[in-house]
């Protein structure tokens, strides 16, 4: 293989290279497989979520390092998951479901705690939640009309400052916080506004008969 065709390689491995399709088993109608290797890892992820929410709330002050933690492997476990795909082929209708969900409750868990504990301007987590609430059902639509959940790179970018603003408000680094989920949020709502004009942009898809 030449060093360019090793570079894609590599790319696609890491997830920075989406250009190609979708996996055919990730589509609508391909079996959940719900036993798969990827999958484990989003089963771990929402066992982390709770766990965080345990220590989170029982911190008193909203500061724990053990939940700070929980919440950083939570969301690392997001791009793990991507390449245990990619190196198994394990790619699964149910995780192709799962991600993008567990990525939205993590979001909704960690703002709930910096809500509760005043962690974060709440203007802004209030902006946050509110968002994150019309994903989910802008996503029921979207699996309505299209049978596939359109994620956009603004969306995917933007996930990151929103976490890491949560991590760090739990950390004790809250004026860090602050700005980056300044930043997380703007770029939320951008990414929604293009997720909105994806679902509606064409006709919905012919429903199956029974």
């Not at 991590?167 to 703007?186: P, Q």
């Not at 997720?195 to 429903?207: D, G």
């Amino acid at each position: 293989m030449t060093p360019a065709g090793q570079g894609s390689r590599w790319k696609r491995l890491l997830g920075m290279d989406r250009s190609a399709p979708p996996p055919p088993s990730t589509l609508p109608g391909s079996p959940l497989r719900p036993l798969t290797l990827p999958n484990l890892v989003g089963y771990i992820r929402l066992v982390m979520l709770a766990f965080y929410l345990v220590f989170a709330l029982d911190s008193g002050d909203g500061h724990s390092t053990t939940a700070a933690v929980l919440y950083g492997l939570v969301a690392w476990g997001d791009y793990l998951d991507g390449i245990v795909a990619r190196l198994t082929g394990q790619y699964s209708r149910l995780g192709a479901l799962m991600d993008p969900i567990i990525d939205r409750l993590m979001i909704i868990a960690g703002a709930g705690v910096a809500w509760h504990f005043d962690l974060l301007p709440r203007t802004v987590l209030g902006l946050l939640l509110a968002r994150e609430v019309v994903m989910l059902a802008l996503g029921r639509v979207a699996l309505r009309r299209r049978g596939a959940l359109t994620i956009n790179w603004v969306g995917r970018l933007g996930v990151w400052p929103t976490m890491s603003a949560l991590f760090f408000s739990v950390a004790g680094v809250e004026g860090l916080a602050r700005v980056l989920l300044v930043v997380g949020v703007a770029m939320s709502y951008v990414a929604s506004v293009l997720y909105a004009r994806a679902t509606f942009a064409r006709p919905a898809i012919a429903a199956k008969k029974s």
